[in-house]
């Protein structure tokens, strides 16, 4: 039984320390107030902070729903719900104190928001199944000040008004390369906010941000302003596909296409969602049930995305010398009673064309791959003997009855 826990968790602290820190937000001025300064002498706009809206009732609901049904709430459920809570940190006091009131537990987990350290004794360890599993890896020092140092790089680089995009990229479009380097500057932070969703996925974030950052120079040469779309909009599905096929393309050993890893994702949804509602690892039969799709191609979805071993990883902690292919059958191999018997039955063949003409033979050998292994058709065996399919075919008839007329055709019978 879970006990409810006391003390605050990290994220509450986190919203304490928020409270503190975080200014207020600058109210957005309103098309009424461009109208009334008209004549005024335009300013140089700059980009205001603008506050996201808390989750909505369906949303937190669906989430209360969830937790009375198990009896706890996770600490990252929380958090994906209230993935901007420092904006809106009243609503999320009054979701803790709402789940406190319907007796639903909160649980802090001990990994934080992207590592993922066991804790044993722990109810969401208990549901989680190896399979959805990820690897912990620890990120060099190096690499995470690169990346304090590259936020803190593109957090100087001021943002852009809808006027001041309209404008770049009606100079864009006579090839001002300063325009273009404005834009994507402007937009360095935005590829960072799609990127930090995909970590985890076998790339490291420097990598996920600079395939993204390949996404946004595709929608800058791309982006049409005429039509109406904010930039950002339209970059945000560029960025995206350039990490997803990126992802695709180097995070397996063996290539996955896109649509199928696509499909691999929403399974891993699936399935974890099932774990949660259920307690359990879902059957095979009730993840297809939940994807409507069929059984067969659920059962393929599992195999091909398995992680790739090396036949040299070691077994064991102790025994160095055993390695993983030591244990795996080769079912290519033919055992030794099958060779020799393969050995018997060549030569019981071989004696029973013996008594055949040399043509005989070789059509027969063709015919059946008895010398290569490969059966060749009776077009293919008359262009090397320069004659009709149909005298082929007579050739071959007549030596096999001269074969079954063989007194080794006895011993032929047993196999």
């Known amino acids: 039984m879970v006990k409810k826990q006391t003390k605050p968790s990290k994220i509450v602290k986190i919203v304490k320390a928020v409270i503190k820190k ?6 957005v001025p309103k098309a009424a107030d461009k109208s009334a300064h008209k004549h005024e002498a335009p300013a140089q706009p700059k980009a205001r902070y603008v506050r ?21 709430i996770t600490e990252n459920e929380v958090l994906f719900t209230f993935n901007n809570l420092e904006d809106y940190v009243d609503a999320f006091r009054e979701f803790l104190d709402r789940i406190d009131r319907i007796g639903v537990h909160f649980i802090e ?9 066991k804790e044993h004794g722990d109810v969401y360890t208990k549901i989680r199944t190896t399979h959805t599993q990820k690897k912990s890896s620890e990120v060099p020092e190096l690499s995470q000040d690169s990346i304090q140092m590259y936020l803190r ?9 809808g006027e001041e995009e309209v404008a770049l990229a009606k100079r864009k479009e006579h090839n001002d390369k300063e325009a273009e380097r404005r834009i994507i500057e402007a937009n360095l932070r935005l590829v960072v906010s799609i990127a930090k969703k995909f970590v985890g996925k076998q790339l490291s974030l420097l990598d996920l941000i600079q395939e993204g950052n390949i996404g946004l120079f595709r929608a800058v040469k791309k982006f049409e302003y005429r039509k109406g779309y904010k930039f950002s909009t339209y970059a945000t599905w560029w960025i995206r596909q350039a990490i997803t096929r990126a992802l695709a393309d180097q995070s397996r050993t063996i290539r996955i296409p896109v649509h199928m890893v696509e499909t691999i994702n929403r399974f891993m949804q699936v399935e974890r969602r099932l774990i949660q509602d259920l307690g359990r690892e879902p059957l095979p039969e009730e993840i297809a049930a939940e994807m409507n799709e069929p059984l067969e191609k659920v059962q393929h979805i599992i195999r091909i995305s398995q992680d790739t071993v090396s036949l040299e990883t070691s077994v064991g902690d102790d025994d160095e010398d055993s390695k ?12 030794p009673d099958r060779a020799a018997a393969r050995e018997l039955l060549r030569d019981y063949v071989n004696n029973a064309m013996k008594d055949l003409s040399p043509r005989e033979q070789k059509i ?49 019978r047993d196999y």
Do not use: C, W, Y
Request: charged share 35%.
């Open 22 to 27: 975080k200014p207020a937000a600058k109210p």
């Open 52 to 72: 996201s809206a808390p989750p909505d009732e369906e949303t937190l609901s669906r989430l209360v729903r969830k937790g009375q049904q198990r009896g706890f």
């Open 109 to 117: 987990m001990k990994e934080g928001i992207l590592g993922r350290e």
């Open 153 to 161: 790089e593109i957090g100087k680089i001021p943002l852009l008004n």
């Open 324 to 335: 993983l292919e030591d244990f795996i059958e080769d079912i290519k191999t033919i055992s």
């Open 364 to 412: 027969l050998e063709m015919r059946f791959g008895l010398m290569d292994g490969v059966s060749h058709t009776l077009e293919e065996v008359g262009k090397e003997f320069d004659v009709t399919r149909e005298r082929i075919r007579q050739i071959e008839a007549k030596a096999l009855e001269k074969i079954q007329a063989h007194p080794m055709i006895d011993k032929l």
